[in-house]
């Protein structure tokens, strides 16, 4: 009778072990909301404001509302991606994707083949969390000529409230520099953006500086959105 218990109970673990690895097995991979979402007809309208560098307190000008919208689709040498711009085959491009963790991938390709891929935007981040984005700057107005820079991005905010003629959103806040500086070696200019999840960036600023002066070139502020949540 023991032996006979011992090995009802034993199957009973073991079907109860080889369930549970199913089940676990089945499991599917949860894919995070972006910070970026990337789908066809993704649209977003921006009122762009720039202030005089010379006096920063007058009154800024009004540009024209600035549109984005992603209307292209492409597959370059195995990667897919999403541009708001037409590719022209052998030019380069770059294009923008969303892994499964929410991070913003992105592949630049030249004669289409890819030269780099980098992270474009990351998830998760806490304030003080950096890292270093691959970026090609274009010295011509045909966007045929390029250099590659590396710009190192920082997590400034996680969670701060940003209210804008679109709504009010919670956003991550990232701080970079281009490689532009000053007689001294200082940065000539800095960008903040914020971003919201499944939004997309909701406020960019510019600040450009002379000496150690600090002041703000550019706004751009989200009055208008439509995007499919991933």
């Known amino acids: 009778m023991k032996t006979t218990k011992f090995l009802i109970c034993g199957l009973l673990l073991s079907s109860l072990f080889f369930f549970s690895c199913e089940k676990e097995g089945d499991k599917k991979e949860v894919k995070e909301a972006p910070l970026f979402p990337l789908s066809i007809g993704n649209s977003w309208t921006y009122q762009n404001l720039t202030y005089n560098w010379h006096y920063p307190y ?11 919208k992603i209307d292209y689709s492409y597959t370059i040498d195995g990667k897919t991606g999403y541009t708001a711009a037409e590719y022209t ?6 294009l923008l994707n969303n892994d ?19 992270f474009f935007i990351k998830k998760n981040l806490k304030k003080g969390d950096k890292w270093v984005r691959q970026t090609a700057v274009y010295s011509n107005g045909d966007f045929s000529q390029y250099e590659i820079q590396e710009w190192e991005i920082a997590c400034i905010a996680t969670d701060t409230l940003i209210i804008t003629p679109a709504g009010e959103f919670q956003c991550v806040g990232l701080l ?8 001294n070696g200082d940065f000539s200019h800095t960008f903040v953006s914020y971003y ?15 000496n ?11 009055i208008d959105y439509s995007v499919k949540k991933e």
């Open 58 to 68: 007058a009154e800024p000008y009004e540009d024209e509302p600035f549109n984005i």
């Open 89 to 94: 085959e052998g030019q380069p491009v770059s």
């Open 100 to 118: 499964n963790k929410g991070n913003t991938i992105e592949y630049f390709f030249n004669n289409n083949k890819l030269v780099h891929q980098t």
């Open 176 to 183: 970079y520099h281009p490689e532009a500086f000053e007689s």
């Open 196 to 210: 919201a999840e499944n939004v997309g960036q909701v406020k960019y600023l510019h600040y450009e500086y002379k």
């Open 212 to 222: 150690t002066d600090k002041n703000l070139f550019r706004e751009r502020v989200l």
